[in-house]
């Protein structure tokens, strides 16, 4: 049986062939390598997601102990930033003694990351028992004091005069602010 | 028309089975376009993402170690103003142990504390209770002590007492068991 | 450039259907770039669209979207007139509303009944139609280098149909479409009153065809002719008043090239003879209508071209010659072929 095809059929067919065969290149040189860069990089993105979350969690346990150590140590971080005041001192803890004098202080040395500042402190108390109770006070006070050698008692006539050297630390704090929470 | 008395009709390569060719491919290319180009933006997306979630590592990261540090720091300074404390505690121990450990007969005028010694002057009414009462605690806490003495007006020794510890150790007086 | 495109890749396929008493031919030509690829021609014994004309004509039109399918009107009711405008119409005895008409050379329209295009497209609507054509454009067609000259009549001569009209300095006087199968009263009629009205040069009828005879030889040896000497020695006798050179000489040749053909047709059977002479009735009738009327600006024809469609017989031509005294000069053509040049024209292919 003859079989003739005609010539609108002709290019009608060979147009379908083109297409289809565009349609197949298309499929297997930018669809198909495009679908396998999805799938990689979807799973980049999860695996990367995974490793943040891993360093969330982390950072957070980082900040809740930050955290609890800055409220811990609040006081004694204060202390650390405050500057020292000889008016302030007098002030507060006069009463200890019955006189009370302090040489204005200087700066001397650093120790690690701190400033240290000397302070010689002249004072008359009546009784040691009152030195024993500054010595308590200063452990509360405004600032970081070390009572330091060399320390004297001489008795003045009813009065014991008592010199001592104060070594007041202060931070030496590179302005850092604590960062925000992060999520 | 030149010579026809009727026009012709219009003819067209587009046939019905040509418009249902096209229209099939063009619903398969469009449906293929728009996937790939869902999948271009996809991979953008995917790769933007991630880009910004290894930023947001880094900056993680990095926070992470400045508080380190802030901690490091802060316990740095606990740690010295502790022993700071400590230190004062010790010292006002040492020196409500010292004045206890000087007897009611001994009268203290003088005491300076240094930081690997202790002198004290005073005054005595005689050598055996001094040797007794204040030299033997001494020698115990101190490991040298050098006495020397003055006689009074009144009978009694003026004494100077130095006392000084190894030169590796800070001056400690340690109640008396 | 698509246009160019599409002439590339797709033929044009040009179809034309002539329907004469008894039988259809189609013919079809299948073109690419302006040149014949391949040409067809059936007949078909019935003067109706039947399904085997429209899937012979269906094998050719599938090969390409443009196919263009042409049709020889053969209605009764048509003719030409010597006016374009439509209002001049009942001027020349039509009723202007019923007719489609087509203007030519702005000087002169064919018509048609209107119905009968409509009958036609709907008869044929199974493969329907592009083009209807009149067969006076056929004519003015074949004989286009001769109508600019002297007044002269042209006759398309059909199966059943003369197509007649009267040119002069190119312009149209006078035309009518002649029905063979309904006017074999009127032909006889005609001949009573040659009789009568015409002078003394028409003899009765059987010394017309003695005369015939003598006259056949006379003219068969001046056919037969082909030197300027024996033209000249056609200038001198004085029964052909006047002739067409040109004419002559295509006739001579044509004669040479069908001469065994020709000889065939020579022998007369009875039915070709008596359609010969019923045309030549027609001829003549229409004629004295033309002289006869007020209308058209008639002076004497001396010139007759006959565009000979089926193949006449040398009857017509003897009957013309003796008995009107016109030179009469008869061209044989392929009535497909001069449509499908119509149909080339009309689309513009070269």
């Not at chain 2, 490991?143 to 400690?172: C, H, M, R």
């Not at chain 3, 197509?163 to 479409?177: D, N």
């Not at chain 3, 007759?304 to 469609?309: G, H, K, L, M």
């Not at chain 3, 003796?322 to 061209?331: D, G, I, K, P, Q």
Request: aromatic residues 14%.
């Amino acid at each position: 049986m003859k079989f003739k095809i005609s010539r609108q059929h002709l290019y009608l067919l060979f147009l379908s062939l083109f297409f289809f065969i565009v349609v197949i290149f298309f499929a297997f040189f930018a669809l198909i390598p495009e679908g396998k860069n999805y799938r990689a990089n979807k799973l980049a993105l999860r695996v990367e997601k995974i490793q943040k979350q891993k360093y969330q969690n982390f950072y957070d346990e980082v900040y809740k102990k930050l955290k609890q150590l800055q409220s811990d140590n609040r006081r004694i971080i204060v202390a650390f930033d405050t500057k020292f005041s000889v008016k302030k001192f007098k002030k507060n803890y006069q009463s200890y003694f019955h006189t009370l004098s302090i040489k204005p202080y200087k700066k001397v040395k650093k120790y690690n990351d701190f400033t240290l500042y000397e302070v010689n402190a002249t004072s008359h108390i009546s009784t040691p028992k009152t030195f024993y109770k500054f010595l308590d006070a200063l452990n509360k006070s405004d600032w970081i004091v070390e009572v330091n050698f060399p320390i004297e008692f001489k008795k003045e006539d009813e009065y014991i005069r008592s010199s001592f050297t104060m070594k007041v630390y202060h931070r030496k704090r590179v302005k850092e602010t604590t960062p925000l929470k992060q999520n | 028309m030149r010579y026809s008395y009727i026009r012709p009709r219009e003819k067209t390569i587009v046939t019905s089975e040509f418009k249902l060719v096209t229209s099939f491919f063009s619903v398969t290319f469009f449906m293929l376009f728009t996937t790939y180009g869902f999948l271009l933006y996809k991979n953008y997306s995917f790769i933007k993402n991630k880009k910004e979630v290894v930023y947001e590592i880094i900056d993680l990261n990095q926070s992470i170690f400045s508080m380190r540090n802030e901690i490091a720091f802060i316990e740095n300074e606990k740690e010295l103003a502790t022993s700071i404390f400590t230190h004062n505690s010790v010292l006002k121990e040492s020196i409500a142990n010292l004045f206890d450990l000087v007897p009611e007969q001994i009268t203290l005028s003088k005491a300076t504390l240094l930081k690997n010694g202790l002198i004290l002057q005073g005054i005595t009414p005689n050598r055996d209770v001094y040797n007794f009462m204040l030299q033997a605690p001494l020698r115990s806490i101190f490991a040298q002590t050098y006495s020397s003495f003055y006689p009074a007006s009144n009978g009694w020794l003026f004494f100077v007492s130095k006392n000084y510890v190894d030169s590796n150790e800070t001056l400690i007086i340690n109640k008396e068991e | 450039m698509i246009a160019k495109l599409l002439e590339l890749l797709y033929y044009k396929v040009l179809i034309n259907i002539i329907v004469s008493s008894r039988k259809t031919v189609i013919y079809v030509d299948v073109i690419s770039n302006a040149k014949s690829v391949k040409t067809a021609k059936k007949e078909f014994h019935t003067t109706v669209l039947t399904s085997e004309m429209v899937s012979f004509i269906n094998q050719y039109t599938a090969e390409s979207p443009f196919f263009y399918i042409a049709f020889l009107d053969n209605s009764k009711e048509q003719g030409a007139v010597p006016t374009c405008s439509r209002a001049k119409y009942g001027y020349y005895g039509l009723d202007e509303g019923f007719y489609e008409s087509v203007c030519l050379q702005k000087t002169w329209s064919c018509y048609t009944s209107r119905e009968d295009i409509y009958a036609v497209e709907k008869a044929y609507n199974a493969i329907g139609l592009d083009f209807i054509f009149s067969p006076f454009i056929v004519l003015s067609h074949i004989y286009k280098d001769k109508m600019g000259s002297t007044l002269s009549m042209y006759i398309l001569v059909e199966e059943n149909y003369l197509s007649l009209s009267i040119y002069e300095e190119g312009i149209l006087l006078f035309a009518q479409h002649l029905d063979l199968e309904n006017s074999q009263d009127t032909a006889e009629m005609v001949l009573d009153e040659g009789l009568e009205t015409q002078d003394d040069l028409i003899l009765d009828d059987s010394e017309e065809l003695l005369l015939d005879d003598d006259l056949g030889d006379e003219l068969e040896v001046l056919d037969d002719l082909g030197d300027l000497e024996d033209l000249d020695s056609l200038e001198d006798i004085d029964e052909f008043a006047t002739v067409d050179m040109e004419e002559e000489l295509l006739q001579e040749e044509e004669e040479l090239n069908t001469k065994d053909t020709n000889d065939s047709t020579d022998n007369l059977d009875g039915g070709e003879f008596n359609e010969d002479y019923q045309r030549f009735g027609l001829i003549q009738s229409s004629l004295k209508e033309f002289y006869s009327d007020d209308r058209y600006n008639s002076n004497f024809i001396e010139f007759v071209y006959i565009a000979d469609a089926i193949g006449v017989s040398k009857d017509l031509k003897h009957y013309l010659e003796e008995e009107m005294f016109l030179t009469v000069y008869v061209r044989k053509i392929e009535l497909h072929t001069i449509v499908n040049d119509l149909v080339k024209r009309e689309l513009g292919i070269k």
